[in-house]
């Protein structure tokens, strides 16, 4: 079934107004009528919900109740995502909120063969966001994930609260490194898993010429756990994927009874 936030939206208790890009997909893309079902996300909260009528470009809602049940992880993910070529941070972005990405970080890494244009970036985070939106509307997620920019994996990492857990999977040439399941294992369980908060957890991919030696050096003095994803080489727009699916399968957040 069809979600949608409603962020923006002019939305009260029982009935909800739906205008501008959501109007179009939902009338225009996905041809719906007075009486199809759906369901919205408002405040964080899902709830069923049906078309009851349109009157010119806004569409009325009726909201019938709220959906108890959580799509979320209690693990946020957060994504430090070197610049890529093309369009390849794309196909990253929707990947990874399909998944359960929370945040994604975009930095120009020493090795970023792309820049991004300072008169560009608006528009790009704003294209950026709308690829997470959608992907997390497509996987019935409550929350919208947030992509934002940052001029160097330093800005990017003092972006972070400090009880986040970084993760930097490198590919060392010359020492051998954990796996990803040691370093978490390692780690006793995720902190706080116990109880009270659940601190949230980075991870660092470089773009297609991966971390450069002086950003490698920067991550150990700032105690991120350097590790292995295996002997196989990832390309940059598939490592954020595995990564992420990886935590999410080590602390049990894939579902099952």
Not at 11 to 18: F, K, R, Y
Not at 163 to 191: D, F, M, N
Not at 232 to 244: C, D, M, N, S
């Amino acid at each position: 079934m069809q979600r949608y936030f409603l962020d923006g939206e002019t939305s009260e208790a029982d009935t909800a107004v739906v205008v501008g890009a959501n109007y179009h997909h939902m009338i225009h893309v996905m041809r719906m009528q007075p009486g199809d079902p759906l369901e919205v996300v408002r405040d964080g909260r899902a709830y069923r919900a049906t078309l009851w009528r349109i009157v010119g470009d806004q569409a009325h809602l009726a909201i019938i109740e709220e959906i108890a049940v959580s799509t979320e992880s209690t693990i946020p993910l957060i994504l430090l995502q070197g610049l890529p070529k093309g369009d390849k941070i794309d196909l990253i972005v929707r990947q990874t909120c399909e998944i359960g990405v929370s945040r994604i970080i975009v930095y120009e890494g020493e090795r970023s063969v792309a820049v991004l244009p300072p008169g560009k970036r608006a528009d790009r985070k704003t294209r950026w966001n709308r690829i997470a939106r959608e992907a997390a509307e497509l996987a019935h997620r409550t929350l919208q994930p947030e992509v934002t920019i940052a001029d160097s994996l330093a800005a990017a990492c003092g972006s972070l609260a400090a009880e986040t857990w970084l993760l930097a999977p490198y590919e060392s040439q010359t020492s051998a490194l954990p796996s990803l399941k040691q370093v978490l294992r390692g780690h006793g369980g995720h902190p706080g898993a116990a109880g009270g908060g659940t601190p949230p957890i980075a991870f660092v991919v470089g773009p297609e010429g991966g971390l450069a030696d002086s950003e490698v050096e920067w991550l150990k003095e700032c105690g991120a756990a350097l590790l292995t994803l295996g002997p196989r080489i990832l390309r940059t727009e598939t490592a954020g994927a595995v990564v992420a699916a990886a935590v999410l399968y080590e602390f049990d957040q894939l579902g099952g009874i």
